[in-house]
């Protein structure tokens, strides 16, 4: 049988302090103790139940831990103002000095940057391989080695995680793996299938409104107490808390997720068919073309389909800005960065999200200027939005009207 992440969701129970159907708001960064005792056990982490201070932890951001937690199949979870205050938390809590960590060199620009970049001055390493060839992925492992770091599905590249056979790599080396799973939330679920810690930008389709940045770490009970412990926890120390207004409102749009990830993968997956048909090299891991499709259905939950996201090479920089111009002119989406908006969005991650990584890196890892990244929205009429897009792709001459066939 497989795992029924919305039913989790949806099946958590609970009520506002006067019935509301919602849990109240914690509108409070401080919390009053009925006695001094009390408040010195909490200190200690000693008081279940008690609250102390909001960024060490609050109601509405338990709630919303609950519910995310619940999803992916973990002990708990802890929520973040952030994508990266997730991830960069997880990674200071794992790693001291000296230590190594194995990534996919396809990751998220500003994680890319945070492990070339940022934690190199702490001596902590990092070797960036290919993560879909397991081999390569044991081979870069060190005895310093700590963690092996990747994406279910990769920025921009689409690639995937063979999740159970990186879990057994790790098992091997005792060393910890941590998923971002940003890209394909009930799609996939990372923990059921092996991995220790998931992450998630809630900026993405989980809140799925693009008004707010979040993030959120699953992890079992003891990981999440040591992110939060007040002496040397990351997530504590770090400061990276999400505010409990927020909180809640994520918490509101997490409950229909499923609705909105169907859509999203439908329409992805109509899309997807007809630009490959039409002769555009597209990535998407629902079409049998995609070197993992098998993969991805084996680890998949199927109701949710292959997601919201795609790729397509125009074949240059030039030829790409100027669909995305009419694109947006058009009003067929948005040039903008991010994902999971109720409208597509669009971008070239060569020079936007993914500018971070040297061009020459770019190179080797398969990112060429030329390629969009389209976070396909819930449109009602994805049959009209088609044609109009392939009317703009004909006017700009990528697309040969009379023969369909590419002429780049
Ligand atoms: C956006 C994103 C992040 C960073 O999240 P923020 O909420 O912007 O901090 C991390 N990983 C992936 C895959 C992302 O798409």
Redesign the pocket.
Known sequence: MSFKPANNIQDLQYFGEFGGVNPSISDSSTYTFLSAKTMFDTFEGNADGCYLYSRHSSPSNLYLGEALAAMENTETANVTA????A?TSVVMQLCNSGDHIVSSRT??G??YAFLKNFIPKFNIKTSFVDITKLEEVESAITENTKIIYC?SVS?PLLEIADIQGIASICKKYNLKLII?N??SPLSISPAVLGADVVIH????FINGSSDT???VVCGTQEFINDLRNVNDGAGMLLGSTMDSLRASSVLKNLRTLHIRIQQHSKNAMYLAQKFEADGLKTVYPGLKSHPSHQLFKKMMNAEYGYGGMLTVDVGSLEKANRLMELMQHRNLGYLAV??GFYKTLFSAPGTSTSSEIPETDQLKMGLSDGLIRFSIGLDADVERSYQLMRNCMVELNILDKERKLKVI
Do not use: A, P
């Open positions: 952030s994508g990266m205050g991830i990751i998220y500003g994680t994406e920025n971002d940003t890209f930008s809630l900026t993405k940045v979040g993030g991010s994902l």
